[in-house]
């Protein structure tokens, strides 16, 4: 049983999700590799540095939403919403926190809020945890994915109050029109368009529902209603396919060039892009693996490692201070198991590399904090949850082997060890499901 479960562990451990993050490891170490031996310069100061992080970050909003199931999504959305609002704003206060001890600063308030989110790509590695209860899976799976977009909303607005207050520059991920109009702008410019996309969305459903009407109507005439509509019906939804696709293609590049990411999380809930799944799923591993490049030529600048295990254990343990307060509200009766391994969720990716690439022009140096912060957060996550599997393992030693004087004995349940001989001379017993001693009926065998 033992080797059983183990086996079925490693086989875990060969997900999509885990071979997606040895191979951003080996990207890392090839992008750090490069910046030391090349000597590029900072690659933020390219003019498509900011419109290439930002496709990136598209692309990986999109892909922690397309995969939300609405019907999970409404079964939870009170905790969804207490998650990714009290949540992320209580782990973002709980890390600057932190942050401002350590290096002081507006830029520390950034730092925390970049890292204050939970990676979707590593949480779907961790659904199959078995000891999570359903609910407990999908909470992590839609807090992971909607606190995305929250945190980055968040750190763009943060990023321009923190610049103003060290007398610095402009945000280039946001219009330059005071702290309160940026944030109410680009919320405004993000709702706009992601209506401007759910209103395409429905015109391309209603394009392939008319097409596939039209042309049952004319497979039944001609055919008496053989296969030919079957096939009619595929060809529509391959069309509305491929137009949601080029949807969806629009929409980052457009998001990317106005740095509008929120409306393209928010489109990842309703624009389905059908049998191209699993080649959006491809693309955010691609935009992970470049990232990670990304990420190890920036480190080549130079990396500040004591701030970066400040931060990558401030977040970790904001998560677990988050968890255990919101926990209740949340779930209402969550179990303690689950209140554990949400609070012991903590992981940080893709998300949090792109916005540390986003957040370099700006805030130089802050990818030399946020990638030690990501290894430290991540192998907290590892080994508390190994340790936490392995408490939970325990399991009661065998009973000794019974002597075979003890296995001739008869298995009794009440007090005597016999029961009382009837007349048809069978041995009878009690039993606490027959009545016996707790009941009225003995069971007569």
């Not at 060290?166 to 946001?174: C, D, E, F, I, P």
Request: charged letters at 15%.
């Amino acid at each position: 049983m033992v080797r059983r479960r183990w086996r079925l562990r490693g086989r875990a451990d060969n997900s999509p999700s885990r071979r997606t993050s040895l191979w951003a490891i080996g990207a890392l170490v090839a992008g750090l590799a490069i910046g030391l031996l090349t000597r590029p310069g900072n690659p933020a100061d390219l003019p498509v540095y900011t419109f290439t992080a930002g496709v990136l970050l598209a692309i990986g909003l999109y892909g922690s939403t397309h995969e939300l199931e609405a019907a999970d999504v409404r079964e939870n959305l009170r905790a969804v919403v207490v998650a990714v609002t009290l949540g992320v704003l209580l782990k973002a206060a709980l890390i600057s926190a932190v942050m401002v001890f350590v290096v002081g600063g507006p830029e520390a308030v950034v730092l925390g809020i970049a890292v204050a989110q939970i990676d979707p790509l590593s949480v779907a590695a961790m659904g199959a945890r078995h000891r999570m209860s359903r609910r407990a899976k999908t909470l992590l799976s839609a807090w992971a994915s909607f606190d995305d977009p929250m945190t980055v909303l968040l750190s763009f607005y943060v990023a321009v109050l923190a610049l103003r207050a060290g007398g610095g520059g402009t945000v280039s991920m946001a219009p330059d029109q005071g702290a309160g109009a940026d944030f109410l702008l680009t919320t405004l410019a993000n709702v706009i368009l992601f209506g401007i996309a759910l209103l395409a969305w429905h015109l391309v459903r209603r394009l392939a529902a008319g097409r596939r009407t039209d042309g049952d109507s004319a497979a039944v005439a001609t055919s008496g209603g053989g296969s030919d509509g079957a096939g009619t019906r595929s060809a529509a939804a391959r069309r509305a396919d491929v137009l949601a696709l080029l949807l969806v293609a629009v929409l980052v590049l457009v998001a990317a060039a106005y740095m509008l990411v929120l409306a393209v999380a928010l489109a990842g809930l309703f624009v389905r892009v059908g049998r191209f799944k699993p080649y959006v799923n491809r693309a955010v591993s691609g935009a992970f693996l470049i990232a990670a490049c990304l990420l190890g030529v920036l480190l080549a600048q130079g990396i500040d490692p004591l701030p970066g295990l400040a931060l990558g254990a401030a977040a970790f343990g904001a998560q677990m201070v988050a968890a255990l307060l919101a926990g209740p509200w949340l779930v209402p009766g969550i179990s303690r198991v689950d209140r554990y391994y949400l609070g012991l969720g903590q992981q940080n990716g893709i998300t949090a590399i792109l916005l540390a690439l986003a957040l370099e022009p700006q805030f130089p140096g802050t990818a030399g904090v946020v990638g030690p912060a990501i290894v430290v957060v991540n192998l907290l996550h590892h080994g508390a949850n190994r340790l936490l599997d392995r408490k939970l393992d325990v399991t009661p030693p065998p009973p000794p082997p019974a002597t075979p004087g003890e296995q001739e004995k008869p298995r009794t349940y009440g007090r005597e060890p016999y029961g009382p001989e009837p007349a048809d001379g069978a041995a009878a017993r009690t039993s606490p499901a027959a009545g016996g001693p707790m009941g009225t009926a003995p069971e007569v065998i």
